[in-house]
């Protein structure tokens, strides 16, 4: 458990603790530039130097493909079965930035009279990947969870996906207006995960006060958040989905 999962932890009163992690959770998707590591993609890497509108909206909205692109090329490296997303090329921002756009072109925001809602709701994620899968004959089946009042429920769906070694793609509704983000660097946040797409690597959870942290891939770092504050009331814009 490093400092930012601790100090987290910590304000949650967490004392008993167990972590279930990807195997590769450390180095999740590494992405290296210029001597930067990076956790998983960034939207705000997004640039079409012959389509500015198209970049403004992907860095504004772009975070469900990023999801995606996290997902396919964790899985590229672990299981044969998604070996299409595997590049042979060593992985540094320039080459990742591709593969994003490639699952861009098919995990697109929703658009309404020219407002980018995003990709908000799992249904319309499943839309998109079946989409994804059909274009490139790929076969593979979407877990979503249903329950999230259920502490339990949601905790053993997670385990699932990550004793599966499969990330999980988290969809955060209005109910991340208050929700606090810890950085590896020490920096906390709040409110920047409201109506944002996040891919989970790791759960650490206490159950004997039920309380749980998540480690997050989210705009090229590695982030916490508690379980708790995404299990707030939320009606519509939120959940879990893993592919196997």
């Known amino acids: 458990m490093n400092k930012a999962c601790k100090v987290l932890a910590n304000k949650l009163g967490m004392k008993n603790t167990r972590t279930t992690a990807l195997k590769s959770s450390e180095d999740f998707v590494l992405i290296t530039e210029d001597g930067t590591k990076f956790y998983g993609g960034d939207q705000n890497w997004y640039y079409w130097e012959e389509d500015k509108n198209k970049s403004a909206v992907a860095v504004y909205s772009g975070c469900a493909s990023v999801a995606v692109a996290n997902v396919f090329s964790y899985m590229s490296e672990n299981n044969d079965k998604y070996k299409f997303a595997a590049n042979k090329?060593?992985?540094?921002?320039?080459?990742?930035?591709?593969?994003?756009?490639?699952?861009?072109?098919?995990?697109?925001?929703?658009?309404?009279?020219?407002?980018?809602?995003?990709?908000?709701?799992?249904?319309?994620?499943?839309?998109?990947?079946?989409?994804?899968?059909?274009?490139?004959?790929?076969?593979?089946?979407?877990?979503?969870?249903?329950?999230?009042?259920?502490?339990?429920y949601l905790i053993d769906f997670i385990t699932t996906a990550l004793e599966k070694d499969v990330p999980i793609m988290m969809l955060i509704?209005?109910?991340?207006?208050?929700?606090?983000?810890?950085?590896?660097?020490?920096?906390?946040?709040?409110?920047?995960?409201?109506?944002h797409w996040v891919t989970v690597t790791e759960l650490i959870v206490d159950k004997d006060i039920e309380e749980a942290v998540l480690r997050c891939s989210t705009w090229g770092r590695s982030a916490y958040i508690s379980l708790r504050d995404f299990m707030k009331f939320e009606p519509v814009c939120r959940g879990l989905l893993y592919i196997i």
């Open 173 to 195: 509704g209005f109910n991340g207006k208050n929700m606090e983000v810890y950085y590896d660097n020490g920096n906390v946040t709040k409110g920047e995960f409201m109506y």
């Open 89 to 152: 090329e060593k992985r540094t921002k320039t080459v990742y930035l591709k593969f994003m756009k490639l699952i861009y072109d098919f995990i697109k925001p929703l658009q309404i009279f020219g407002i980018s809602l995003g990709v908000g709701s799992i249904f319309l994620m499943k839309r998109r990947l079946k989409k994804y899968a059909n274009e490139y004959n790929i076969k593979f089946d979407m877990i979503n969870a249903k329950k999230f009042s259920k502490f339990n």
